[in-house]
């Protein structure tokens, strides 16, 4: 059985930083990539950073510049450095790996970015 655990989010003023981290257990081997999605109160859930297994980044224009993905292979853990967050950056972030099994979501960790 697969779980991704997240954690990191929390409340911040606008222009701070924080960092999630997903921690991956179970069958997972060589994911085919890990990322990160959010949903803010009212919108549709929409990607923020995918990283591949080859190395190869994606990220959505609103974050380009400001947050950065990276993985742990050796523990099967991805991260997203948050910095310089805006109050439209806040909502359930949620972290998504997709291997050979399938694709797997966490339960999400809740980032407020607010004054």
């Known amino acids: 059985q697969v779980q991704l655990v997240e954690s990191g989010g929390g409340l911040v003023q606008p222009g701070g930083s924080l960092r999630l981290s997903c921690a991956a257990s179970g069958s997972i081997f060589s994911p085919y990539s890990m990322g990160w999605y959010r949903q803010a109160p009212g919108k549709q859930r929409e990607l923020v950073a995918t990283?591949?297994?080859?190395?190869?980044?994606n990220y959505a224009d609103s974050v380009k510049g400001r947050f950065t993905i990276s993985r742990d292979n050796a523990k099967n853990t991805v991260y997203l450095q948050m910095n310089n967050l805006e109050p439209e950056d806040t909502a359930v972030y949620y972290c998504?790996?997709?291997?050979?099994?399938?694709?797997?979501w966490g339960k999400g960790t809740l980032v407020t970015v607010s004054s």
């Open positions: 990283l591949a297994r080859g190395g190869r980044t």
């Open positions: 998504n790996v997709v291997a050979g099994s399938g694709g797997y």
